[in-house]
C-alpha cells in the first residue's frame, strides 16, 4: 500500500511559479515510476511529469522547459516545481505511484493560472 498527499496548489498569475510537494508513505527510493498528473474538465488526464527509481526523468511536450520533477528519499516527497506558468496549466494535479503492480493516487491539488 502507498498512500499519497499532495500540497501547494494555489491561485497564481501567468508567468509566476509554484511547487507542489508529493508526500509518499514509504520510502520514494522503493517506489519504480511516480508521476506528476492533471486533469482539467473537458480534456484527458495528462502524464505532466515522471522520474523513475533510477532517477530517470520525463516530460509531457507541454511543460518542458517550465516544470521540473525531483524527489527527495529522505524525506520520502517527490516535488514538480512549474515556472513560467500559464492558463492552460489549470488543472487538478495528481501524484501518482506504480508500486508491485498497483497504481495509487492522492486526492489531487488545484492549480489555477489567471490571465
Known amino acids: 500500500q502507498v498512500q499519497l498527499v499532495e500540497s501547494g496548489g494555489g491561485l497564481v498569475q501567468a508567468g509566476g511559479s509554484l511547487k507542489l510537494s508529493c508526500a509518499v508513505s514509504?520510502?520514494?527510493?522503493?517506489?519504480?515510476?511516480m508521476g506528476w498528473y492533471r486533469h482539467s474538465p473537458g480534456k484527458q488526464r495528462e502524464l505532466v511529469a515522471s522520474?523513475?527509481?533510477?532517477?530517470?526523468?520525463k516530460y509531457a511536450d507541454t511543460v518542458k522547459g517550465r516544470f521540473t520533477i525531483s524527489k527527495d528519499n529522505a524525506k520520502n516527497s517527490v516535488y514538480l516545481q512549474m515556472n513560467n506558468l500559464k492558463p492552460e496549466d489549470t488543472a487538478v494535479y495528481y501524484c501518482?505511484?506504480?508500486?508491485?503492480?498497483?497504481?495509487?493516487w492522492g486526492q489531487g491539488t488545484q492549480v489555477t493560472v489567471s490571465s
Open positions: 514509504r520510502t520514494v527510493f522503493s517506489i519504480h515510476f
Open positions: 501518482g505511484a506504480q508500486y508491485r503492480g498497483s497504481d495509487y
Open positions: 522520474i523513475t527509481d533510477g532517477g530517470d526523468k
